[in-house]
């Protein structure tokens, strides 16, 4: 199992995520991304953007804002129901959420909690420039709303018909008792969703389908699938807008947890519109002259979560030879091949620098000449680069290959410079392959 500490260690020293503020102290719930996280966030919402949106006639995109009208979130439930229970301990103050405690004693000191107080998640502001009950506004706490309030134009817009989806990538935020496990539970995090928009009477189908899209997306991402599971929830723990919801659960180091949710979310949401709006948002069907509110199947995906993922998937601690490798697919990895020179000599280095610009307009590439070639290794390892290339003597005096590493086997193969980019694609299309 993955040590978090030595997980969050690596993380920080090189450069995948820091503490949000941090010469101030940090800020409990929010992170940053440096230059590795930055790049393997980006490719985690490629990868989910290309499979859910871009290869698929039947799916949309949109980009809504975050700041809507406040009466959004009254329609939709929010300002009523977008609570957690909340208690605080007696003797030392301390905070915690009552459905997360096993027993009504404070876990930190024993002392005696109060009653649980509802506490309502959404961040709250205010627009313009008087603040006073009239212009308050809420930070959205899930990016689908902004999808239902929009279905109208973009159904007429975008020539779908039912079914169909709208797809959203963007930040959502949420005032959480107590942000915990890294990157798992913050209070500003990225969604990834999908609302997909049936006939009532295919809602059951649809939402096979997405549950089982979904659980395979992460394995062509590269997560192990025996770290995955699909909980379907109680009664109990439907959220007020679903008849039927899974979770994708991963076996993270804290214990088996929620990646993603798939929800049969009905027509809650565009029913609660179309009255409170009083604008129209029945569909009507020009073949079988039917109109419907149409029902909705939500995945659901944190960034943050997947990103964490694919950080506790890839990490492994080796001992002959002794090193750290994060073993990412190439689909993720925030560097596909690094270039070196076995030493910085200028003859050695300027061929290193002619390779490595012929390689980047197609992978994305680094360059390194400082320190022994052993540490650079060990260095792509800690960043997850699936091969480097290197130029020694050989390549200029003898045969023009450069020697390819194998950040997972170790193993080195000649390659031949005058076909780097097909060599390299070679390669990393093999290590998908060999994952899949
Ligand atoms: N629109 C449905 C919805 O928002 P949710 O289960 O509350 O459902 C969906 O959230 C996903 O968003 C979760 O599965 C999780 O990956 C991510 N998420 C939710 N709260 C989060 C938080 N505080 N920090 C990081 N990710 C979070």
Redesign the pocket.
């Known amino acids: 199992m993955v040590d978090m500490d030595k997980l969050t260690s690596l993380c920080k020293r090189r450069g995948f995520v820091y503490p949000s503020s941090e010469i101030y102290g940090g800020m409990n719930g929010s992170w940053d991304y440096g230059p590795m996280g930055v790049e393997l966030k980006r490719n985690v919402k490629e990868q989910w953007w290309r499979n859910m949106v871009q290869n698929r006639q039947n799916v949309v995109g949109l980009d809504s804002a975050i700041i809507m009208h406040p009466e959004v979130w009254k329609t939709s439930g929010h300002v009523e129901s977008f609570h957690d229970p909340m208690v605080d301990c007696k003797e030392c103050k301390k905070r915690y959420r009552a459905d997360h405690l096993d027993e009504m004693i404070c876990p930190e000191c024993g002392g005696e909690l109060t009653e649980p107080k509802q506490f309502n998640l959404m961040f709250k502001t205010h627009v313009g420039a008087v603040e006073d009950s009239a212009s308050v506004a809420y930070l959205r ?4 709303q902004g999808i239902f309030v929009q279905y109208v134009n973009v159904l007429n817009d975008s020539r779908q018909k039912i079914p169909f989806g709208i797809a959203q990538i963007g930040k ?1 935020f ?1 005032n ?1 008792v107590n ?1 915990r496990n890294y ?5 500003e ?1 990225e ?1 990834m ?1 999908l609302e997909f928009f049936c006939h009532p009477s295919e809602a059951d189908e649809w939402y096979e389908f997405w549950k089982k899209e979904r659980r395979e997306w992460y394995t062509y991402i590269g997560i192990r699938d025996d770290h995955l599971r699909v909980r379907e929830h109680t009664e109990d723990e439907l ?1 007020h807008y679903a008849n039927a919801c899974v ?1 994708i659960e991963y076996n993270f180091p804290f214990g088996w947890n ?4 798939v ?1 049969n979310r009905q027509d809650f949401d565009l029913s609660q519109h179309q009255k409170f709006s009083g604008k129209k948002l029945e569909y009507f069907d020009d073949q079988t002259k039917e109109s419907y509110i149409p029902y909705v199947i ?1 995945p ?3 960034v ?3 990103v964490l993922v694919t950080l506790c998937d890839a990490y492994e601690e080796q001992d002959d030879p002794k090193r750290t490798v994060m073993h990412f697919s190439p689909r993720t990895a925030p560097i596909e091949v690094g270039v070196f020179p076995l030493m910085k000599k200028p003859v050695l280095a300027d061929k290193a620098i002619e390779i490595e610009k012929v390689l980047r307009p197609h992978f994305r590439t680094f360059y390194d000449q400082v320190g022994s070639i052993g540490r650079r290794y060990r260095r792509q390892d800690e960043c997850g680069t699936p091969c480097c290339l290197t130029v020694d003597y050989e390549t200029i005096e003898k045969d023009d290959c450069v020697t390819l590493r194998d950040r997972d086997t170790l193993s080195q193969n000649r390659v031949p410079v005058d076909n780097i980019v097909s060599e390299v694609r070679k390669f990393l299309d093999s290590l998908c392959d060999k994952r899949e």
């Open positions: 706490p899930e990016t689908a959502a949420r959480e942000p990157i798992f539970r913050s209070r995090f969604q969703e959220a979770d929620e990646l993603e949710g929800a939500e659901s995906a944190g943050d979560r997947t």
